[in-house]
């Protein structure tokens, strides 16, 4: 990695650090509480290396083939990685295990999927449910009112944990 993009990629974390803290506080929250996750979508192997050594605490992945990818080459320096993109069930199977959360279940099918591929690999899969909670036709996740339904429906089954909700508002122009 380039020595000036690295630099760059140091002084904008310092800046988000800075104004993590500054909502922290404003929130009244305990910053030890907040992480900060690095989207490496599209990143270079090398570029996500880097950027593991660098106060980020977590990273997250929007595709599966990425994820193994970047996972295989261990570039999250031990860091843990969350699956944050769309995942069909096909795919279920290389992202189990791999992901520590799956923060993009929005059916049973695949949350039982996923339960059936964590119990043949005999770990607990920690998930989170996504909410469409604009209703917006591009995104995807499930209706705010169909949560409890499938809460309830996970409930059931063994090798799979909701950890929580996983939801991007509308964009708001008020401020």
């Not at 069909?88 to 295990?97: A, D, E, L, M, P």
């Not at 169909?146 to 929580?164: A, S, Y």
Request: aromatic fraction near 2%; hydrophobic fraction near 40%.
């Amino acid at each position: 990695m380039v020595e000036q993009a690295y630099r760059q990629m140091e002084e904008r974390i310092a800046q988000i650090r800075g104004q993590m803290e500054d909502a922290a506080r404003e929130a009244g929250r305990d910053l030890r509480e907040i992480r900060l996750m690095a989207a490496s979508k599209t990143q270079a192997l090398e570029t996500v290396a880097a950027s593991a050594k660098m106060p980020i605490d977590l990273f997250g992945e929007n595709r599966v083939q990425e994820l193994v990818e970047k996972t295989d080459a261990q570039v999250y320096g031990g860091k843990e990685v969350h699956l944050i993109g769309h995942l069909q069930s096909n795919k279920v199977k290389h992202t189990v295990g791999r992901a520590s959360v799956i923060e993009s279940v929005d059916s049973a099918a695949l949350a039982k999927e996923i339960a059936r591929q964590a119990a043949k690999r005999q770990l607990c899969q920690k998930v989170m449910i996504e909410v469409n909670t604009g209703g917006e036709e591009s995104k995807f996740g499930i209706k705010p009112e169909e949560i409890w339904k499938l809460l309830e429906e996970i409930e059931t089954m063994e090798n799979i944990k909701v950890c929580g909700l996983m939801t991007i508002p509308p964009v708001s122009q008020k401020k």
